[in-house]
RNA sequence: GGCCCCAUCGUCUAGCCUGGUCCAGGACGUGAGCUUUUCAAGCUCAAAACCCGGGUUCGAAUCCCGGUGGGGUCACCA
């Protein structure tokens, strides 16, 4: 119980959880669920002025969403008291005092301070430069520096796991620490997430919230697998998979993998891992995430149509909101709308005769009407179909096929396809691509 | 600018600690081919990197020094 690892993850609520920060927690969570310790989420709202209660709702939200679990949470607007007795004690012990200015600055003791960086080994500082900083507004309101040793020390915070902005912060928290007289914990900085020109990443440059991403129809496994694959590599040897579940991640997380510099948020990558991320979904969670992102049309279709139509949709997208845009450029209307087109589009490549293709839908119907309704899969109506596409030749018999469902130069196989359209409905289009000629 | 950190394909990275097996491996993306009724998917192949300069050494991506470049940080914000 003594050495059980205590990691935290402390927010300031002055914005949407952002890929950065998520990555942050992520890190802290699965360092703590491997090592059967607990992190703690810890909301920084000492600027009242900036704290949102809606930002802090949309932290919790994000986490959630994401699957990133806390046992203890605090928030340090309500931890006054706390902070009070340490200003006080600070102050009656000479490490601290009440400026002309009114605030309370900390009596620098203007050492060196050393630390060690589990990434990046030994630091050195000379906390000179700092002079006596200020770490409280007035007796009972600390400022960011002093409220966050005092916390980590109350919450007997083990390991700090942050970004790699608060390196330069550490030296004058090491000093608090001793004059209060905390223990130091352990240090673990990240690199940092920057934008694709190398910046610091921005809104402009698509950090966008964790909610964003579900709203745009990402798996939350699949931006965990990608966020930890941003400044950390596993340990591989035998083999080089980089797709993992957070169950896996728990397990194979290390310290040891953490990289040093920086890494540039790559959204194509964010996508593949998605779309690996969808493949491994059972069935059944796969029609609860997408259905959300279906048209309104699809909901009107058989269980079975639905299904089939899932099927197709998943294999041409990344990223469940792309069906919108499927939509929106008329893609899928032919789904459950008899397309308008030009009989001369039956014709596969560069034959001209119409009567040969009146004749090969006549016989795909006669095959088609010998297969069950309930049967109606796309296997069956391949295995059907195949023998004799085949002898005709397949673009001859398959493209007229495909274009009397589809109407369309470019689409599914008629196959699935006709999965979707179900027996009556495939019949019916054949039915009218004859009649066209 | 001061201080701190970092530096392998366009990007994410393996290798660096314990120098040779690395004319540098994997992944994303890109290009080509295969498959194929079209599209997508899938499969195969290809192009693509050790920041520069010294030093140590028989030998350096790996160790040392110096440049250069990039990032972070310098609030009564967190």
């Known amino acids: 119980m003594k050495n059980k690892i205590i990691t935290r993850f402390a927010p300031s609520p002055t914005g949407t959880l952002h890929v950065g920060a998520a990555r942050t927690a992520l890190f802290n969570f699965l360092f703590s669920k491997q090592k059967n310790g607990e992190m703690i989420l810890r909301i920084e709202d000492t ?18 969403w994401l699957g990133i679990t806390h046992p203890a949470f605090f928030r340090q607007s309500e931890r006054k008291e706390i902070y009070q007795k340490h200003i006080a004690a600070l102050i009656r012990n000479g490490h601290a005092y009440v400026a002309e200015d009114s605030v309370i600055r900390f009596k620098n003791p203007n050492k060196k301070i050393i630390f060690t960086d589990l990434v990046r080994g030994d630091i050195i500082f000379d906390t000179t430069e700092l ?179 899932i099927a197709i949709l998943t294999e041409k997208i990344d990223v469940f909101g792309d069906i919108r845009g499927l939509y929106d450029a008329g893609e899928l209307t032919y789904f459950w709308e008899q397309p308008a087109y030009e009989k001369k589009g039956l014709l596969w490549k560069n034959e001209t005769d119409l009567s040969v293709v009146k004749k090969y839908l006549s016989e795909l119907m006669s095959i088609l009407s010998q297969v069950g309704e309930k049967e109606f899969t796309a296997l069956r109506v391949k295995e059907g179909v195949w023998e004799y596409a085949t002898e005709m030749g397949r673009g001859s018999v398959l493209w007229p096929f495909r274009f009397a469902l589809s109407g369309k130069e470019k689409s599914s196989d008629p196959f699935a396809i006709a999965e979707v359209l179900g027996k009556e409905e495939t019949l019916r289009r054949l039915e009218h691509a004859k009649k066209l000629i």
């Open 47 to 64: 600027d009242r002025e900036r704290s949102k209660k809606e930002y802090e709702t949309d932290i919790l939200e994000s986490l959630k």
């Open 131 to 309: 002079h006596d900083f200020v770490i409280a507004r007035n007796e009972s309101d600390p400022l960011y520096h002093l409220a966050v040793v005092i916390d980590d020390y109350e919450m007997n915070v083990t390991h700090i796991i942050r970004g790699e902005d608060h390196v330069s912060n550490t030296p004058r928290q090491i000093l608090i620490q001793e004059a209060i007289g905390a223990p130091r914990p352990l240090y673990i900085h990240i690199p940092l997430i920057l934008s694709p020109d190398r910046s610091k990443l921005s809104k402009r440059h698509g950090a966008m919230s964790v909610l964003e991403y579900r709203k745009e129809g990402y798996l939350p496994e699949a931006l965990i697998n990608f966020m930890v694959l941003l400044g950390w590599s596993p340990q591989h040897g035998k083999d080089n998979n980089e797709v993992f579940s957070t169950e896996e991640l728990i397990n194979v997380f290390s310290i040891e993998g953490i990289q040093k510099s920086g890494a540039v948020f790559n959204i194509d990558k964010l996508k593949w891992i998605n779309r690996e991320h969808i493949k491994r979904l059972s069935r059944e969670r796969l029609h609860d995430e997408i259905k959300p992102f279906l048209p309104l049309e699809a909901q009107n279709m058989s269980e079975a149509s639905l299904a089939a139509l």
